[in-house]
């Protein structure tokens, strides 16, 4: 009975009720089993895992279990009680938000009444993890997609890659196998023929993060598509408006950023450069509704929203590692906050040379005497990458395949701060927090205050869907709004005493402080 389609066991159910004539079973005049405690503590455990930090999943078992244990009336009365309870939180009112917030983000002013372009056939260039993701994400979504590879073992390389995450939908009971034949024969095309694009409605740029390939694509692509096409780049931190200038239509182009695994993650940055068409905008947003993506509009700077407040909390990490916290206290500490993972075990899930060609690619503009942690280089000439190499911040191995600290790389940054003078001093994870949230509130700010984001909503929407923030404390701007902006400024202009630029305190947050208002009230 339990592989059944529902619709048909439901169905089955009900004609055996009326063949059998069987009575009504009200739940309030029902016998209770006697709870099993062995399996109740295992579903606990289970629960407060996935779930750290929140308050409503372990109340909710608590409350069905003691409520079995008295009169029906009364137990209804336990639940209103644990329901009026929960009402009172923080966590409510930060869920409350994140849900509308999520809705207020695709309804923009600029593009209301503006009729988005034809959408129906889809180019991608580069069929890597990201270009791969995105043609999966545009098969699923009814669209058409030619994906553009450089030579015949890429284009091969690609198109396994397509078909094998395809199959993993299959398994997974999200695509009928039939289905999947049919998106790989009928809607599906990888070529090396950039040609092949003459008819693409948009193309998608998804290659290396490069600004010299970059403008090789795009010139490429002002020659062979048609007018009218949308040219977008799914660039993470480059100029929109320096690719766009490659073409005789800037009007067309626009940063549509992905997030990766592209075919999972609900986040797209919608990146508006100088000379965007607004009905470019609107084709933009209305391709994320039709992937079933969360669009937020972003302006052109180094990171756009997400990327840049990255940066800033990242480098925040690393300043106090520096200062004698260690990687895996930080993770800890974050953890306990509601994040899924701390930064350092991110980077090792991104891979440690992700992290060493940004800051490679950081070092022209950086400033003298700026800190940062440089240890991340020195995990990278050890060959230690992350978990695709087995070592980074943590190891990887069979005994611990989600990874354990290395004691090696604490001696590692001990001597980075031997070599920089700093004598190391303790943090409790409290004040991690506090710090590391003060860094992110505070390049939020920045962020709203230049009109790179529109809302502090747009900023809480790109950290909830896109980095992980935890769901029930509503984003870094609604959780700054709950805490008070005078605490915040006050752990900023506390932690800037050292010098560093990045405890600058945002113009908008002292301004709302002032005025003693709220970030909620700019939304």
Known sequence: MSNDDPFEAGMAMARKVLAEGLPVRRVSEMSVPPTDEAALEALKKKVARANRGHVCHLKAIEVAVEGTKLPFTEGMKLERAAFWEMMQTPQRAAMIHAFFAERKVASLPEIKGVEPRDLSKIGIIGGGTMGGGIAVSCLLSGLSVTLIERDAESVEKAHNGIARTLADSVKRGKL????????????????????KLSDADLVIEAVFESMEVKKDVFTKLDAVCKPGAVLASNTSYLDVDEIAAMTKRPEDVIGLHFFSPAHVMKLLEVVVAAKTAKDVVATGFALAKKLKKVPVRAGVCDGFIGNR?????????????????????????????????????????????????????????????????????????????GRKTGRGHYIYDDETPKGRPDPEVEEIIAKERRAKGITPRDFTDAEIVERYMAAMINEGAKVVGEGIAQRPLDVDVTKLYGYGFPRFRGGPMHYADEIGLAKVLATIEEAGKAGDDIWEPAPLL??????????ASLN
Do not use: H
């Open 309 to 385: 407040i990255l940066k800033t909390y990242r480098t925040a990490a690393d300043i106090m590692v520096l200062e004698g916290a260690s990687p895996f206290q930080v993770d800890k500490a974050l953890e306990e906050f509601g994040f899924a993972m701390g930064p350092y075990a991110v980077a090792d899930l991104a891979g440690i040379d992700i992290g060493y060609l940004t800051r490679k690619r950081l070092v022209p503009t950086r400033k003298p005497g700026e800190r940062f942690g440089e240890w991340g280089d020195v995990l990278y000439e050890l060959g230690r990458l």
């Open 176 to 195: 009928g196998a039939e289905a999947r034949d049919m998106l790989l024969s009928e809607r599906l095309l990888v070529t090396d023929s950039y040609g």
């Open 510 to 519: 002292k301004e709302l402080v002032a005025g003693d208002k709220t970030f």
